[in-house]
């Protein structure tokens, strides 16, 4: 079935170290996303890429870095810079083009620093 | 920027009907977008719109007024799963195909 699949789904840190959270995707689209989620709150907007080898800042992306050398993979560090990355974190992808098609999110990935 | 406003909480019976409203205020608009998301999961697509009007699928519509900034989804013949929250987010073409989420509607059905 095709879909986006991240990983780890719960993963534990330490302060001052970095981490990778994965997130690839088979739907054949352009367009990743990384969204934070906090208690109570929407989802903020970390990086998003609209096409292989470009990549954008979103609302809240210091602290975080990415990349996208594949079309079905999207990585995000969260890095030692980020204050408080306690949270849940959100990989989406979309068909791109025009803009008119919706997010689909993986299952995210709950990140809690130690 | 961006900012949307949505109501933090509802609470409705049973087989009633509710509206949830949301405003919007952004410079380059491209579409809105409802998801539902129930706690601890991921969110769930429920509507599109970027021309005015109204949008039904289902027991659940979503309007859209451009030059009000507003937008609502209406749930019909609410069911306790229906127990969840309901996110606004809106395109904006300063983000390309990003989409700019509200802080989302809790919504909760009692019997």
């Known amino acids: 079935d095709g879909g986006i699949t991240q990983s780890p789904k719960y993963l534990f840190r330490k302060e001052g170290q970095n981490v990778t959270l994965s997130c690839e995707q088979n739907l054949n689209h352009d367009a990743m996303y990384w969204y934070r989620q906090d208690p109570g709150q929407g989802l903020r907007l970390i990086y998003y890429?609209?096409?292989?080898?470009?990549?954008q800042k979103g609302d809240i992306a210091e602290g975080y870095s990415v990349s996208r050398e594949k079309k079905e993979s999207f990585p995000l560090t969260v890095t030692s810079a980020q204050k408080n990355p306690t949270a849940f974190y959100l990989c989406?992808?979309?068909?791109?083009?025009?803009?008119?098609?919706?997010?689909?999110f993986g299952e995210g990935s709950r990140l809690t620093v130690l | 920027g961006q900012n949307i406003d949505q109501p933090t909480e509802m609470t409705a019976t049973e087989g009633a009907i509710v509206q949830i409203n949301c405003t919007y205020q952004?410079?380059?608009?491209?579409?809105l977008f409802w998801y539902q998301q129930h706690a601890g999961e991921a969110p769930t697509f429920l509507s599109y719109n970027v021309l005015d009007g109204l949008e039904e699928k289902g027991r659940f519509s979503s309007f859209l007024s451009r030059s009000k900034g507003y937008s609502y989804l209406l749930l019909k013949e609410l069911q306790m799963k229906d127990s969840a929250s309901y996110l606004c987010a809106v395109r904006d073409i300063q983000a390309g195909t990003a989409l700019i989420f509200g802080k989302g509607t809790t919504l909760s059905v009692s019997s």
């Open positions: 890429s609209q096409i292989v080898n470009d990549f």
């Open positions: 989406a992808s979309s068909i791109g083009g025009d803009g008119t098609g919706e997010l689909f």
């Open positions: 952004t410079s380059g608009f491209n579409g």
